[in-house]
């Protein structure tokens, strides 16, 4: 159906605006029901998107500032890889307090998410060490030298603590106001190594320099991998240091 399932969510449901930040997926501003609504669609299959549905309902009712799904006219969260969410207001973090705020968004996340079920058909750095392929990354893609070097690096998180990590925690994908930080595009988001969400300016979440640099470097490894074969993956791969 593709934006054609965007009348399933009532009648005058409408695109407004294409926004930026989207690339496995297509993202526009809408209306829906007479507000204003966010809505992506993408390829993912209806398991992935559950999981994400479920996990934005549970974040959101444990008091977490998230752009919650808006239910179709029937009752579902989305419909042929058709989702829409709510529209987040907020700035993007530009000081050093404000990426502290973030932060503790991000620890509040981790901690509320311990032992959460993995996305579905996802694959954790971790796994990585051994599989080759899952979601977005393909490691048979990349140059070998290139996945020893992403493996070696992911092999120094074994035994860190894991959680939901949001994956993307970049300005785009983060709303602020005075009494909220808001953490948008649950696109990425899998379990994982909770520090890879910790790798943020000013280092804001504070990490010890031996924890920070094994998260920084297990982080470049993973754009490096999720993104293959653009500029960015390959400049992030250039940063992951030889074996």
């Known amino acids: 159906m593709g934006w054609n399932a965007l009348e399933l969510w009532g009648k005058g449901a409408a695109r407004i605006e294409r926004l930026s930040g989207g690339v496995a997926n297509e993202i526009w501003s809408v209306r829906v029901r ?3 609504a966010v809505a992506r ?3 993912r299959s209806d398991a992935d998107l559950a999981w994400e549905a479920d996990l ?3 974040l959101d009712r444990q008091g977490l500032s998230v752009p919650v799904p808006l239910p179709t006219t029937d009752g579902r969260l989305f419909a042929d890889g058709l989702v829409v969410m709510e529209y987040m207001h ?3 973090p530009r000081t050093e307090s404000d990426w502290r705020r973030v932060a503790e968004t991000s620890r509040e996340l981790h901690r509320l998410t311990r032992g959460w079920p993995q996305r579905p058909g996802w694959r954790s750095s971790s796994d990585l060490l051994n599989a080759e392929t899952g979601t977005r990354i393909d490691l048979t893609a990349m140059p070998p030298e290139g996945v020893a070097r992403c493996r070696a690096a992911w092999s120094r998180l074994v035994g860190r ?6 994956g993307d925690l970049n300005p785009g994908n983060v709303r602020m106001t005075t009494d909220h930080v808001t953490l948008i595009d649950w696109d990425e988001s899998h379990v994982d190594v909770s520090d890879l969400d910790l790798v943020l300016p000013y280092n804001a ?3 010890e320099e031996e924890a920070y640099d094994i998260a ?3 982080s ?3 754009e490096a991998a999720v993104c293959w074969d653009d500029d960015y993956s390959k400049k992030r791969l250039a940063e992951v240091r030889s074996i």
Do not use: F, I, K, R
Not at 161 to 166: A, I, L
């Open 34 to 36: 007479g507000q204003l």
């Open 41 to 43: 669609l993408g390829t």
């Open 56 to 58: 934005l309902q549970y």
């Open 90 to 92: 907020g700035d993007p």
């Open 161 to 166: 603590e894991t959680s939901v990590v949001h």
């Open 205 to 207: 979440a504070g990490l």
């Open 216 to 218: 920084a470097q297990a």
């Open 220 to 222: 470049a490894a993973w």
